[in-house]
């Protein structure tokens, strides 16, 4: 069989290093002992420790990470109910128009997004804060947790969730007792796909946000205008390692529950 050709190769490393070469650069300057993070002045941790006496870099992760795990978790129990009902409901109507209404924020613009958002809240009268931030990240985020959930509730056999309900599930019983945890590895993903793009969010933050409710990224954009510090270096690598931590979290606890579905089956 005829392999990758050399410029397959080369393209395919071309395109890793494009898009990784950056991310290994900023946390390799994370641990430079000089201020100029151009110039390479030594191995050091003192950026870490300098992190931990900026109190608004660490305001600002505190609110990051509070919106990220409920806005997650908010859209991903949504969006698990968003997926059954496209699943198992059927041609129900307005279905087309939940549907469109679900998946219009893949591709409708941020800013649309966010002045959309900013307006309804202004209308409500609802003063911008945490909790503003939380609802417009889990608006935003829902239409991906709905995506990874459905794909997943589509290939599922529903003949499992009969037989519970032929020995005397209700319905609600067999959802909980079968076709969840058959489908926790997608909502574990969508979860943790909500997490990132919450953790990620700049446009939509800048919008619906007000006075203590900064996050990170807009702490992260504010300071960059003024010239990157080595701080910003040090807690970017922080972020990039809780993001791959949970995807190789969220790997692992995939290819556990496959082990044990072949021992079964075997």
Same mark, same amino acid.
């Given at each position: 069989m005829k392999g990758p050709s050399t410029f397959n190769r080369v393209s395919v490393v071309a395109g890793l290093a494009f898009l990784y070469l950056p991310i290994l650069l900023l946390v390799i300057y994370s641990f430079n002992a000089s201020r100029l993070v151009t110039v390479w002045g030594g191995f050091s941790t003192k950026w870490y420790g300098a992190l931990l006496r900026d109190q608004q870099l660490l305001d600002a992760i505190g609110v990051t990470l509070r919106v990220g795990l409920i806005s997650a978790t908010l859209a991903t129990v949504l969006g698990v109910l968003a997926a059954v009902a496209l699943v198992r409901s059927g041609r129900f109507k307005g279905r087309l128009l939940f549907s469109g209404m679900i998946f219009a924020p893949l591709? !409708?613009?941020?800013?649309? @997004?966010? =002045?959309? #958002?900013? =307006? =309804? $809240?202004v209308a409500f009268g609802l003063p911008r804060g945490f909790w503003?931030?939380?609802?417009?990240?889990?608006?935003?985020? %829902?239409?991906?947790?709905?995506? /990874?959930?459905?794909?997943? %509730?589509?290939?599922?056999?529903?003949?499992?969730?009969?037989?519970?309900?032929?020995?005397?599930?209700?319905?609600?019983? +067999?959802? $909980?007792?079968?076709? @969840?945890?058959?489908?926790? *590895?997608? /909502?574990?993903?969508?979860? !943790?796909?909500? $997490?990132? %793009?919450?953790?990620?969010?700049?446009?939509?933050?800048?919008?619906?946000?007000? *006075? &203590?409710?900064?996050? @990170? *990224? !807009?702490?992260?954009?504010?300071?960059?205008? =003024?010239?990157?510090?080595?701080?910003?270096?040090?807690?970017?690598?922080? #972020?990039? &390692? #809780?993001?791959?931590? &949970?995807?190789?979290?969220?790997?692992?606890?995939?290819?556990?529950?496959?082990?044990?579905?072949?021992? &079964?089956? +075997?």
């Open positions: 591709v !409708m613009p941020e800013v649309v @997004l966010g =002045l959309s #958002l900013l =307006l =309804l $809240f503003t931030v939380t609802v417009s990240h889990a608006t935003v985020t %829902l239409c991906y947790a709905t995506v /990874v959930i459905q794909a997943r %509730l589509v290939s599922f056999d529903k003949a499992l969730e009969e037989a519970a309900r032929d020995l005397g599930c209700t319905p609600v019983q +067999a959802f $909980f007792a079968v076709t @969840l945890p058959n489908i926790a *590895p997608a /909502v574990a993903a969508a979860w !943790m796909l909500a $997490f990132t %793009l919450s953790l990620d969010d700049l446009v939509i933050a800048s919008f619906t946000s007000g *006075p &203590g409710a900064t996050t @990170l *990224p !807009m702490r992260i954009y504010s300071q960059v205008r =003024l010239g990157v510090s080595p701080e910003i270096n040090a807690v970017s690598t922080l #972020l990039i &390692g #809780l993001v791959a931590t &949970g995807v190789i979290g969220v790997y692992l606890v995939q290819q556990r529950r496959a082990r044990v579905a072949d021992l &079964g089956a +075997a």
